[in-house]
């Protein structure tokens, strides 16, 4: 003992004699902080006014005042006991503070981290911060000579115990005010680790129980995941189920849908976040009706309009499990979630996910005493997970999993609860939001970080094929089929319903984020994909060749509502031709400047010059202004360790910059090509210890094809590979010429704003990364210039550099489905199967566009010539008269959609992309008798019989002289109704 004193004496003296004036002025500034606690009590009022006044807020101020107080009470107790005299007394010294009370242990230090355990537990975004300040306070005293580090010592120990001891306090306290929703639930995916015939016969059965349990328990309820389809995929193996499942969902204690599918909200087009909705709802009405909650089990990030959207259905409120970051810690569980528009819902975000009361089920023959005894331990654990982030008394305990079975003793369990003082009850989504109240927090935009959950972004580029497949698919629907059969008069609808449906049974989250088993895509999606392309195709053919009329005439098809020029081929040459706004006229070729090639490798047409570089990159000029674009399409291949769900970089990188290709030049008609052919020598796959890249090369022949049109003013690449190598990424880097903190892609409805900088992501589950997901374009803009891309099916792009490049991935080869040993996320996400169709083995090809700009409005007609390029026109054969069906002036305003509605009226939707407020007067062929705006029921009132009643729409449109005008606000999305005379 009388060592560790004399220790102490020791570092008492070093400390406090050290004569250094910085460390004497910063200890009596601590000193200052820290009398009476002061500086603690402004940090904590803070916090409170942080939290608003819900009763989070509350736990600040409760356990800081508790944790603080009792601390320092214990400590100047424990003083009169032990009655150490100062160490200034002691060793007779002159210091900068000399208290006249005893010494052991210290009271400000005791106080400090009584508080800071406390702060650090309620408020974690102050955890770090507060910590230091406290540990800086307790250093303070030894410095300003106040206090022996024992001391300090032991008021740091007594701080914490007591601040440990405040927050078990508030626990208690606050225990019988909880409000405990628990809901039984199941989710259950059509394709993941196994096909869907498999998946659906483990599920017949496990619906079959739920049933038998909600006809002998009226007190049981059930919520199916917020999907219909799994309905109907049972129904089609025991129709007779259908009267049970009716009489369930109608009483309320079966809730189903709005959704048809869970999709992945961010890899398909808003208009299929439309039909999705639209299909569920009309599923879930022909039961009974559609649950009044917009519950999504596990998509992986959430588009910023979506509030809109919902709103545009009548649902005010939104329950999600994945997408938040840092703000998560302040908005709490509970929040508005405002789209662009302005457009709000309250959102629930499970920060626990969607299984955080899993616990409550037990093995189905457990006695009683056990049940009791198991869900009274685990009780405190379940609380405290959710009253960390909850501002009110309602805590939401979803008692489900992954194709979890209903457990029928879950009224047992909620008793349980309720013998614990917990106000708990066996409920559903809709009872648990009407108790919720206004929240105090709001977040603005998309939801796609993963602090608390893995946001899984790596599956935007995980079997690149199928988001290629899915988009000529919704294309296809979208500017093909529904108008052509809207300019028929409708009679299509119902081959248009089962094209839909089959496509939205591929965008179920699983199959199309390319993360299930290998034989469910090559097999299921595949033969989806083939039948609505077949289908698609067919019924555009033929409603085409209806409205162009009889005749052998060469027809050209437009499917955007402004006259373009586009490039088709005739008689084998591509030519120029003009084109209708959505219509059709006769194909002649027009003069649309020229396109020829200067010198090998270069070509140009009136407005740019395109020279290649015999490895595949090239750089753009553009002629009016001589701004000269960086390299484009240099390839860049990296080792990938990961799997489906997440990209982990494994070098070396492999570039194809200097390699040697051939390439050849060559002019037809009204385009210019320059095609290279080369070699990449790529690592053969992955070392057996799977950190690096094997030394073994494998050659894989690349062929890039950059093609520039007489009219066109941007660049049009394609690049096909011959895949022979496993585990690697291989991307076009896109140099943009500027730096930019902030970039714009395209997401559901409309452009959204990214850093270009990943936060920091401290203590996230999963480690931020600098790629994104677009539904087509890319723009990075600077002052003067900026470059704009435009990818066609590709869904996965990253900004390097502050915006300086932007990387496109073209494939990325993973032969796992899962794995546990990734340094990116903290956690597997589910089975680890091998997937060696993942490797996409053998020869593909990916497209992208290009078109760089200059000048302070150059943006917005480079997105616009992107468009135009990714909405290919369509020859055909008709009478060769011209039909132009609706126009639409240049501007803001785009066309999302044009189809039939159930009256027989046409169904337009209209996007205004901008940030401001706009005017677009819609022209048709046929003059406008009768518009009117709806909501996104399209006219469809009892669509899902949800009685909600609250509907947004857009403003009344202006109807004067057969032509009708539309307002939208900022980023509005307006759906109308016209007639046509």
Same mark, same amino acid.
């Given at each position: ?45 803070? #916090? ?793 083995? #053998? ?118 002289? #057969? ?19």
């Amino acid at each position: 003992m009388d060592g560790l004193l004399a220790l102490d004496a020791r570092l008492y003296l070093a400390l406090a004699t050290s004569g250094n004036a910085m460390a004497s002025v910063l200890g009596l500034l601590l000193a200052a902080f820290a009398t009476y606690g002061l500086g603690w009590w402004a940090i904590a009022l803070l #916090g409170v006014r942080a939290r608003g006044s819900g009763r989070r807020a509350a736990a600040i101020a409760f356990t800081t005042a508790v944790g603080g107080s009792t601390a320092w009470l214990i400590a100047e107790s424990l003083k009169m006991v032990v009655r150490r005299p100062r160490p200034f007394v002691t060793l007779q010294l002159d210091v900068l503070v000399q208290p006249v009370s005893f010494s052991f242990p210290s009271g400000d230090t005791a106080l400090s981290f009584g508080a800071a355990t406390t702060l650090a537990m309620t408020w974690p975004a102050a955890r770090l911060p507060a910590l230091l300040v406290a540990t800086a306070v307790g250093v303070s005293r030894v410095v300003v000579g106040a206090h022996y580090p024992s001391d300090v010592l032991a008021g740091a120990l007594i701080g914490v115990a007591c601040g440990l001891a405040a927050q078990r306090l508030w626990a208690i306290v606050v225990w019988r005010r909880w409000r405990v929703f628990v809901v039984a639930h199941t989710h259950r995916d059509s394709e993941w680790y196994a096909r869907f015939a498999e998946l659906r016969t483990r599920a017949v059965p496990m619906v079959g129980r739920l049933l038998d349990l909600l006809d002998r328990d009226p007190a049981y309820r059930f919520t199916f995941d917020g999907q219909t389809v799994a309905l109907e995929d049972h129904l089609a193996v025991r129709p007779e189920d259908r009267p049970r499942i009716e009489a369930h969902v109608r009483s309320g204690r079966l809730q189903i849908g709005p959704w048809y599918v869970p999709t992945d909200l961010l890899l398909v087009s808003g208009e299929s976040i439309v039909r999705n909705l639209q299909e569920g709802l009309r599923v879930a009405g022909s039961f009974g009706r559609a649950a009044r909650v917009a519950y999504v089990a596990d998509p992986f990030g959430h588009p910023a309009q979506l509030p809109q959207v919902l709103r545009g259905f009548g649902y005010e409120d939104y329950l999600f499990a994945r997408g938040m970051g840092d703000d998560g810690e302040g908005l709490g569980s509970v929040f508005w979630w405002q789209a662009p528009s302005g457009d709000r819902v309250r959102a629930t975000h499970l920060t626990g996910h969607d299984a955080n009361a899993r616990a409550l089920a037990g093995p189905a023959e457990e006695p009683p005493a056990a049940l009791r005894a198991r869900v009274r331990s685990r009780a405190p654990a379940l609380v405290g997970g959710g009253a960390r982030y909850a501002d009110a008394s309602p805590l939401l305990f979803m008692a489900g999993d992954d194709h979890s079975e209903a457990y029928p003793r879950l009224g047992e369990a909620v008793a349980a609860l309720r013998a614990t003082g917990l106000d708990a009850r066996l409920s559903d989504l809709e009872e648990y939001v009407g108790a919720l109240g206004v929240p105090h927090g709001t977040h603005a935009g998309e939801m796609v970080a993963g602090r608390y959950r893995p946001i899984l972004r790596g599956v935007s580029s995980a079997r690149t094929w199928v988001k290629q497949e899915n988009a000529r698919c919704e294309r296809l629907l979208l500017e093909r089929c529904e108008p052509l059969d809207a300019l028929t008069g409708g009679r299509s609808g119902g081959d248009l319903r089962e094209l839909w449906r089959a496509l939205l049974q591929n965008q179920s989250h699983d199959p199309s984020c390319g993360c299930s088993l290998d034989a469910a895509h090559d097999a299921d999606l595949a033969e989806r994909f083939a039948r609505v392309r077949a289908g698609g195709e067919a019924l555009a053919e033929r409603l085409a060749r209806e409205i162009a009329g009889p005749g052998d005439v060469p027809v050209v098809w437009s499917f955007l509502p402004e006259r373009r020029v586009a490039v088709v081929e005739v008689d084998g040459t591509p030519r120029a031709v003009s084109c209708a706004p959505l219509g059709v006229r006769a194909l002649a070729p027009v003069a649309a400047g020229a396109v020829h090639s200067p010198a090998d490798g270069i070509i140009e047409n009136e407005r740019l010059r395109v020279e290649v570089d015999p490895d595949g990159s090239f750089t753009v000029t553009e002629l009016a202004t001589g701004v000269r674009s960086g390299r484009l399409n240099e390839l860049v291949d990296e080792g990938d360790r990961g799997d489906h769900y997440t990209f982990s970089y494994a070098g070396p990188t492999v570039a194809a910059r200097g390699t040697a290709g051939r390439r050849l030049t060559t002019v037809r008609g009204d385009r210019a090509t320059v095609t290279v052919e080369l070699e990449l020598a790529l690592p053969v796959g992955l070392r057996a210890d799977r950190l690096a890249r094997s030394p073994e090369r494998v050659v894989c022949p690349v062929r890039v094809e950059i093609s520039l049109d007489a009219p066109g003013a941007c660049a049009d690449v394609t690049v096909t590979l011959d895949n022979r190598a496993r585990d690697h990424r291989l991307r076009a880097l896109c140099e943009t010429g500027v730096r930019s903190p902030v970039h714009r892609a395209t997401g559901a409805f409309g452009w959204v704003e990214r850093a270009s900088r990943p936060p920091s992501g401290r203590g996230w589950v999963e480690r931020p990364t600098g790629d994104h997901c677009t539904l087509g374009l890319v723009e990075v803009a600077g002052r003067s210039k900026g470059l704009a891309l435009g990818l066609d099916g590709l869904r996965e792009y990253g900004v390097l550099g502050d915006g300086a490049q932007v990387a496109i991935t073209l494939v990325r080869a993973v032969g796992w489905r899962s794995r546990g040993d990734l340094r990116e996320r903290q956690r597997d996400v589910g089975p680890a199967l091998e997937t060696p169709s993942a490797q996409c083995l #053998g020869a593909r090809a990916y497209r992208y566009v290009v078109a760089p700009f200059s000048g302070p409005a150059g943006s917005e007609p480079a997105a616009a010539e992107l468009r135009r390029a990714l909405s290919p026109v369509v020859v055909a054969r008709g009478d060769g008269v011209e039909r132009s069906f609706l126009e639409l002036p240049a501007g803001a305003i785009g066309l999302s959609s044009l189809r039939t509605a159930r009256d027989g009226a046409l169904a337009v939707r209209l996007v205004n992309a901008s940030g401001a407020p706009a005017t677009a007067g819609l022209g048709f062929a046929r003059p406008v008798v009768v518009a009117r705006s709806v909501d996104l029921r399209e006219g469809e009132t009892d669509l899902g019989n949800t009685g909600l009643d609250v509907l947004r729409t857009a403003e009344p449109p202006d109807l004067a002289g #057969g032509r009708a005008t539309v307002r939208l606000a900022p980023y509005e999305i307006g759906t109308y109704l016209i007639t046509l005379g």
